[in-house]
């Protein structure tokens, strides 16, 4: 009993470690940006802005303050990531067994890479089309002046959906690897598939026009294709595996 006690102190132990030595490796990556690039990374997200010439203003006293210290502290979350990534597995990774770990170590960059390139994808390509219709074609005749902080906030709701749109594949090859779709369930689906990506297209998307819905689903329904993609060649490779071993045990 007094084992397990320990065991459980080591682990909450561990825990706390890896807690404040993330949360120290925030701060301190924050602390660096904010005195280093935190201009610069603020005048690259409001460039579609200014490409425009619409001004980007503030309205509170402190408002411009408060708002680099946000961006400071995106940009020492992206900076201490990988920090915080080897301290949680150096924490779970004792837990698992051999083929988890392997498949953990590959499947998570391949999900950090996937959730980058869906937010430099909604940056180049998304976003610009976005702002222009939402600022140009909607409002024409008028001077929109866009606060600083009401932006910031734009750009993170728009942005982030995007890079966890774009986990669609991976989370079909966990799903197909565990047995609970295949690649022929997803094609049967794929009409109510279509459906599913517009209505989450139209709840993630800050802005209410269709435009910006229509930037979002149409990835969303070429994902869901390359999940399909995915989930064949899993299938397929693990009934092959699967012929393989009965071949062999029917020769035992």
């Not at 020492?76 to 920090?83: D, E, H, Q, R, T």
């Not at 689903?217 to 064949?232: H, K, N």
Request: glycine letters at 6%; charged letters at 15%; aromatic letters at 12%.
């Amino acid at each position: 009993m007094d084992g397990k006690t320990m065991s459980l102190a080591g682990h909450l132990g561990e825990l706390r470690r890896v807690v404040i030595v993330s949360t120290i490796a925030l701060i301190a990556c924050a602390i660096i940006a904010f005195f280093t690039f935190g201009d610069q990374l603020l005048a690259f997200l409001t460039r579609p802005l200014k490409e425009l010439g619409v001004p980007v203003i503030a309205t509170r006293v402190g408002e411009a303050f408060i708002t680099k210290i946000k961006v400071s502290l995106l940009a020492g979350f992206i900076l201490a990531f990988p920090v915080m990534v080897w301290q949680v597995l150096g924490f779970i990774l004792p837990a698992l067994n051999r083929g988890e770990r392997r498949l953990l170590l590959v499947l998570f960059p391949l999900s950090v890479t996937l959730f980058a390139t869906g937010v430099a994808f909604a940056y180049f390509t998304v976003f610009p089309l976005t702002v222009r219709f939402l600022l140009i074609l909607v409002t024409e005749g008028l001077q929109p002046m866009i606060t600083v902080r009401d932006y910031l906030s734009f750009v993170l709701a728009f942005f982030i959906p995007f890079g966890l749109v774009f986990q669609l594949p991976l989370a079909v090859f966990v799903l197909t690897r565990m047995g609970l779709v295949t690649p022929r369930w997803l094609v049967k689906k794929r009409k109510y598939a279509l459906l599913v990506n517009f209505i989450l297209a139209a709840i993630l998307t800050p802005g209410s026009d269709v435009i910006s819905q229509l930037m979002m689903a149409m990835p969303m329904v070429l994902l869901y294709e390359a999940g399909v993609l995915v989930s064949y060649l899993v299938y397929r490779l693990s009934r092959s595996k699967m012929n393989k071993v009965s071949m062999v045990e029917s020769n035992t």
